[in-house]
Structure formats: structure tokens, C-alpha cells
């Protein structure tokens, strides 16, 4: 028997049906905030993934070699193929450039609890806006979506982050670019660690005073709210060659802050110093949508990536967004009672009588469906008993019958199949008839 | 500059809107008929493709060895991939199983035109019912499909043929199994040959009868109708043992064609034997749909494949199906003008003065985008004027201005981009009198 590989989903209608609802929602959500749906290949050059999405994903990768000797890979996040692609055409869009998408992905992750090693995201990314508007209006599109699943403040808060103000800070301290990226990976992977093991790892870079730090970096990603930052920042954030930039930053934090307070989603958001994100393409500010309970992996994440387009070649264009994964939002919805489990049913089944009666009823049953009707009928002769059981277990909701009473006096039977109610129309106006009952 | 792979495609958003209405389309298709949605992996054992999908095939696999040292290969087809999910779950589920899906496939093919590397395919299949009218089923689906797209019994004809009556066929001609499947590829690729060449090929099967043999498969495949087709059997087939099989085809021709009559599809199908199909897993009835014209490859195909499901590990479970891309469709909608272009578009655009009434719209602007309006708005602050530029150039119907009069005034004026009209409403009015305007 063949087997799916590890990792991979089979999609049963009912695990389709699923999967098509998350996609709906998130095309909703997408389109009431005028994103725009975009798609790239599933499979491109290893090159653009290497040093773009970091070592980590990199490490991950599905890359093999092509029949034309091409070094390939199949896309483990989306934000490359999008950078790419704008970058291409850049001169000739109208900007801001809003685009969404919703595309499967790759990773060769180890076996855990939500984690596949192919998994649908929704992207959704704004290039061109360099200030906080465009943060707020993914943040907003973020959660925004995860309300239309029926998730509360009570469900989930969307944490950010700054990771120009971390770099900003590190370079206060004297530290350059390679300690810089090591240090924030470090802070990344923090609370997966002990406290003496970071403090073994901080060592190198700050010999004695490692404790310090630690004890800074503690009360950095404890801070909640703007006045805490501020003081943390004029604390520790004072030489005068920085202030302009760490000025810009908070006035930065200000305003995006106060436009979510406008939007009425100051209860979503929350100030949490301690994402950093591991992707090395990240500027700006980061964030993380997290299950208030904290019992899952990340619903979503994002962040700012000022470079990236540039680096692939195009204008330098600012560029936000986020990503959300099925697995993890589909793991707390189902925890939560909020994936529909309607099964597809069929509006109409008809059954029919054997010789004239099924003659006349598959010419119907192709104007019921050109009428936009989903209709089921039997697809050999079968008697009358069976094909009732196999309406009601269709799930249809009226049954059309045709036997030879009917096809002689040019009518049809309607039974309504929960009631048990029937009546008989004429041919001629079943159509209408059964519009009045469906629609 | 990064490049897409030769062959692969980005899709932009007026190439992503294409695609997804062609998704639509076909998914209304399929729901009409009752077909249930589902999916496989875009990654599969390279095992299920090797000798299941045909040695053509099988040398266009994107196939590589994994971390975990597995043999992958991409998807090539969904046939193989829904065959093994119905094998697994054979017994549980209600009969007949009549499943569609929409999927991305993969191939290394040479570049030509209506070819790519990477397609997507619509596929609607039918397992567990043996019967004729379970091809009709599918052919229907398939000319259902085509006609929502706009096309008429103008544009495309759907070809059948039958490779049982092939087998019977060239079996009575005292021919082995090997023999058999060599002469049904060439004859599947003999229009593409010139005839000395096809000659010299039928030499070694047939020594000095090979005129002879060609003259009958020439005369069969110029057959239009059924009388033709049974007068050549009865002239060709009338060994003693064949004939109860022989029979049983002729029935099946005769319902298969009357089903499709009765469905007033008649004007859109032909038999056509010339048709053989390149996959080696059909049996039976096989068909292609294809531009009148004969300007395009094959728009669809398909056919019955009763042993697939066992060959997998399943039970004896005849299925039948068929398979459109979207390369092929996509050029001739688009060479008839009937694809839409209608770029996306938002419903509201909100005009906004700096300070007070920016915060005010931007509670406005959240609250209308939960009534399910696609809003747009300036992320940042920007000029009236400029702001009834970017309105326009949106594509937004209406746009919402919010000025300091209007705030002070506690009223939003609404402006009708097209005509020009303005009207002014009460803040809590303007959820419901947008709804008027805009449904």
C-alpha cells in the first residue's frame, strides 16, 4: 500500500472542506482591506532562498537538482518569490502596493506538534509605505481575519517587537554587525534555553558584565506599554550620535500604537520586546500573533523587510507583512469548537422510474444544473426504496420525483425530504418551483 | 536579477485573477454535479508514479531524493495520487465516490505552445460505479464546465473512443499484451507520422498484411456514428469468443451515447476511435475534448481506469475521470475575449483631513471593513487633492470624505466617484446607507 510521506496531507472532502473554509476566510479578510491576490511558482531557484531566508530555512530546504542541471527548491515561505516579483515590475506599479496571497509551502522540519513539512500560509504585504501606516494596516488585516474565524481579545494578542531598536541598542553597547545578528538569534531562541546557558553564550561578548546585560535584556522584554519603553530606551539608548534615529523609532512606536488604539484594536496588541524573529531579511518593527493561552507555536508572524527587495535586484522599496499558517489556526479552532463541519450536500436528488421516466428526467436534470442547482441522481437504474435511502443520505433537502404517473401527466413530484411533505408541479415551472424552495 | 524557472509562471494579480476564475468556474461546475472536493500532496512516493502514469510521464517527473533519503517526486498528475486515497479508505466510504479536485502538477517538459512545466488541472472522478453512466457523469461534468466558461457546440467537440474495443480488437487479430499496448501508442501518435512511417512500424507486427491492418484502423477511425461503428465490429470482431465482450462494448456504446443524447449534450460529442490516450492505466472508454478548429492540444481528457485503485492496494474498483488544465483553456478563452479582466476592486475609498478626522476615520474605516465593505484609504497623511486622485485611480464606486467640517458636524459626505454626486449622512447612518449604495 502507498503511503503519504511524512509530513504531507491527504485531503479528504471533510479535511477539504476545512482547508477551503481557512481559505475563504483569509480571501475575505484580504479583499475587505483591498489587498490584491497574487501567486508565485511553487518551485524556484535555490539561490533565492539561500542567505534570504536565513540559515534556518535554508537548512530545511526541498532543493535537488533539475533535468536541465538547475539548482531548484521548493518555496519554504513566500516572502522571496513577492520580493522578486515586485521587484520586477516595480517601476510600473501604482503604489502603495498592496498584495495577498495563499500558497502552500515546504520545510524539512523534524516531526513536532504544528509543524508539517508542507503547510498552506496566507500572506498579505504592503511595499512602498516606509511609515507606520502600512505596520498598522497589516497588523490590522492580521487580526482582523483571525475575528472573522470567531476568535476574541480572550483567543489571541498580537505581540510586537522592534528590531531596529534592538540593533540600535546592541550598537550602543559597541557590538558590530555578526554579534549583532548572533546576539538577537540568541534572544530569539532565549526562552527555549536555560538561564545559564544564554548567560554562557552572552559571555564572549560581554565577558563580566554578561549578567548585566541579561538582567537589561530581562527588563527590555518584560516592558508592556510605551512609557516603560521610553524610559528603558532613555536609559540605556542616550549617546548622542543614535538619538535622531532612536527618535524616529519611538515616535515610530507612537504612532502606530495610536492608530491600532483607533482602529478599536488596542485590545489585540500588545508591546513584547522579546520577538525577534528569526528570518534574517527583518527590519523595523516584528510581531507575533500568539494564542492567549499560550499553548500553541505562533498563529502568525511578520515584520518590516526594508532590503529585501533591493537585494533581489530591484528599487529600494520598503516592504511589511506577515504570514499565517492552516496548521496552527486550524488546531485552535478545532480546539475551539469553530470549524464548520457542514459536509457539501446537493440542493436537489431525483428520482426516477425505469425507461420514459429516467429519459425524461436526465434531460431535466441537466436544465436543473445549468440552473444552477447541485443535483444527484442514481447512475444506473436502481428501484424506488434505494433511491429514497440514497436521497436522504445524500443530505439534499428536497427530492425530485419522476415516475411513470408523473412523466404521463407532465409533472414532477417535489418531496421535501425532512418534512416528508410532497407536491406535484408541472414540468414547465419545476424550475421556478424549486428556486422558490432553494434560494 | 532573480529569474522564474523556464516554464513556470508568477502570477500578478490580473494573472492570479484569470486563474481564479477559471478555479471558480470549474468548482461551481463540479459542486453542481455533486462532486466533492478534495486534494493529495504535491509530493508523492516517485514509486506511485513509476509504471502507473505511463513511461512518457514518468521521464517528465521532477523527482529527487530527499533528506530523509525517500525518492519524491512532484506531482505529475492527480490520478495516481486520488486512486491511493481512495484505496485507503475504500470500505468506509459511500458508494458510488464522486470526487473533484484542483491542483497544481508538475512536468520537465520541452517548451512549446500550451505547454508548461508547472499547470493547474481540474479533475472530477467517479469510483465504485461500473456502468456507462458514470462516463456520461463525467462527460457531462466536463461539457458543463466548458459552456459556463461561454464556449457553444462551435467552439468544441468532445471525442470518445474506446480502448477495450482497441484490445478486443487487435486481440482477434491473434495479437499478445506487449504487442497490443506498442500498437495502441502508435496509433495514439499516428496522425503526427506520415504514413510510410507508421508503415514500416506495423511491418514487424503485421509482415506483409500491414497495408491491410492500416486501411482498417484508418477506416475505424473515420467512424462517426454508431451504425458505422457496429458495422465495422461485426465485419472485424465476429471471432466466437470474443463476442459476448464484444456485446457487452456495443451495449455500452449504445447507453453511454443515449445518456449523453437524453442530457441534450448530443450536438456536443462525436466517437472518434483515432483517440487513444498516452496514459497506460485506461481502460475502456477514453475521450478528449478539443476546439473545433483543431488550432489547440486537447482542451480536457480522460477515461475509465478500473484497475488503478487495485494496483494501489485497494479494492477491485472500477473509477473513471477526466483532466483539464489550465494552459490550454486559458488561450482559447482568451483568443474569444472570455476571460474577465476586471481588475479587483475596493467598494469604498475614505478621504480623510489630518488630525481629528484622521482618527475618525480610522475607527470608521475598521468598522465598515467588519460590515464586509473592501475599504481603501491613504496610509499616511496626504493632500485632498491627492487623495481624490488616488480615489478614482482605486476604482472605488464611492468614496467617504471626512473633513474637519464633516466631524464637527458628526456627518460623513458620501461622493459617487462616477457621476460626481455628493450627499452628506449622520456618522451612525453611514453603515447602512453605504450598504444601499453598494448592494
Request: hydrophobic share 40%; charged share 30%.
Amino acid at each position: 500500500m502507498f503511503k503519504t510521506l511524512p509530513g504531507f496531507r491527504d485531503f479528504y472532502p471533510e479535511d477539504c472542506a476545512v482547508r477551503n473554509y481557512l481559505f475563504r476566510v483569509w480571501r475575505r479578510a484580504a479583499l475587505s482591506f483591498n489587498f490584491k491576490e497574487c501567486d508565485g511558482p511553487i518551485l524556484e531557484s535555490l539561490e533565492l532562498f539561500k542567505e534570504k531566508s536565513g540559515d534556518e530555512i535554508v537548512g530545511q530546504l526541498f532543493a535537488f537538482t533539475d533535468r536541465g542541471g538547475r539548482e531548484v527548491a521548493l518555496r519554504p515561505e513566500m516572502t522571496p518569490s513577492l520580493a522578486r516579483m515586485v521587484a520586477a515590475r516595480a517601476q510600473a506599479m501604482k503604489r502603495p502596493i498592496k498584495w495577498f496571497c495563499i500558497g502552500e509551502n515546504f520545510r524539512y522540519e523534524r516531526r513536532q506538534r504544528g509543524r508539517l513539512r508542507s503547510f498552506y500560509q496566507f500572506n498579505a504585504d504592503i511595499f512602498a509605505e516606509p511609515g507606520p501606516g502600512a505596520d498598522a494596516e497589516v497588523i490590522a488585516a492580521l487580526i482582523h481575519s483571525l475575528r472573522m474565524m470567531g476568535l476574541s481579545t480572550d483567543d489571541f494578542v498580537v505581540r510586537i517587537s522592534d528590531r531596529d531598536l534592538w540593533i540600535l541598542y546592541l550598537r550602543s553597547l559597541g557590538l558590530g554587525e555578526k554579534a549583532i545578528l548572533a546576539l538577537l538569534n540568541l534572544i530569539d531562541k532565549r526562552e527555549r534555553l536555560s538561564r545559564d546557558v544564554v548567560l554562557e553564550r552572552l559571555r564572549p561578548f560581554f565577558h563580566g558584565s554578561a549578567e548585566d546585560f541579561l538582567l537589561n535584556v530581562e527588563t527590555l522584554t518584560r516592558t508592556r506599554n510605551m512609557d516603560d519603553l521610553s524610559a528603558f530606551v532613555q536609559a540605556h539608548l542616550t549617546g548622542g550620535e543614535l538619538s535622531d534615529a532612536v527618535k524616529r523609532r519611538l515616535s515610530s512606536w507612537v504612532e502606530l500604537l495610536d492608530r491600532l488604539e483607533r482602529m478599536g484594536l488596542g485590545n489585540w496588541i500588545c508591546i513584547d520586546m522579546g520577538v525577534v524573529r528569526g528570518l534574517a531579511y527583518y527590519t523595523g518593527f516584528v510581531f507575533e500573533a500568539f494564542d492567549r493561552r499560550g499553548e500553541h507555536r505562533a498563529i502568525a508572524g511578520g515584520g518590516r523587510y526594508n532590503h529585501l527587495v533591493k537585494k533581489l535586484g530591484g528599487p529600494d522599496m520598503p516592504a511589511v507583512g506577515f504570514a499565517m499558517g492552516d496548521v496552527v489556526i486550524g488546531q485552535i479552532l478545532s480546539e475551539k469548537g469553530l470549524l464548520p463541519c457542514r459536509p457539501q450536500k446537493p440542493d436537489l436528488f431525483i428520482i426516477m422510474g425505469k425507461g420514459k421516466p429516467a429519459a425524461t428526467a436526465l434531460g431535466l436534470l441537466h436544465d436543473l444544473r445549468r440552473a444552477g442547482f447541485s443535483v444527484e441522481y442514481p447512475l444506473r437504474p436502481v428501484a424506488f426504496g434505494k433511491q429514497f435511502k440514497a436521497a436522504h443520505q445524500s443530505g439534499a433537502g428536497l427530492a425530485v420525483i419522476l415516475g411513470e404517473d408523473e412523466v404521463e401527466k407532465g409533472v414532477a413530484k417535489i418531496k421535501h425530504l425532512r418534512s416528508g411533505k410532497e407536491e406535484e408541479t408541472p414540468l414547465k415551472d419545476l424550475v421556478a418551483k424549486l428556486s422558490d424552495h432553494c434560494r
